[in-house]
């Protein structure tokens, strides 16, 4: 939900996760987009623009602290560590407020709400960004099997412009 458009944009993909720091995520439809973290690197390419952006991890980066809240909020391990973690118990689960703990993750979202029901499977998630703006996503048909390592690596298709946007 962006706070200049009248109507909030819709996407549905695959989220796939490993902790404690590699996730992907594939968005399907008129823009589609694949968003690979070995951990190391963050790729984010746009097949329809045959293009993808390189971000380097570590060492400082600025997207240091957004993979880090991903992670976190995904992991759900020593989450106290990085956010004020208020919670409540519904009827199917939980509910989970979290708030971050550092100026880096103030700068990412301002706070972040996660439903998990009672099997402790994230259920959605609605992030609030500094700007106003929300990203809520709604998980389905979510399994528990194992990710091949394949998953999280990325090599971009030939013909494909790269660029390192930080100049890292």
């Known amino acids: 939900m962006i706070r200049l458009m009248k109507n909030p944009v819709v996407s549905a993909g695959t989220v796939s996760f490993q902790p404690p720091n590699k996730f992907r995520r594939e968005v399907k439809g008129n823009s589609p987009s694949v968003t690979v973290s070995d951990g190391r690197n963050l790729w984010i390419y746009y097949p329809n623009f045959k293009s ?9 980066s600025p997207l240091d602290a957004t993979v880090a809240a991903i992670n976190s909020a995904l992991n759900l391990e020593n989450i106290e560590t990085s956010f004020n973690v208020t919670t409540t118990r519904t009827e199917n689960g939980n509910e989970l407020q979290l708030l971050p703990r550092t100026a880096a993750m103030k700068r990412v979202f301002q706070k972040l709400d996660l439903r998990i029901n009672d099997k402790f499977r994230v259920e959605r998630t609605d992030m609030l960004l500094p700007n106003g703006d929300r ?3 709604t998980y389905s048909n979510q399994t528990r099997t194992a990710i091949p390592p394949s ?3 990325f090599k971009p298709p030939a013909g494909t412009e790269v660029t390192t946007p930080l100049g890292q």
């Open 52 to 60: 993808a952006e390189r971000y380097p991890l570590g060492k400082g």
């Open 135 to 137: 990203i809520v996503t």
């Open 151 to 153: 998953t999280f690596e």
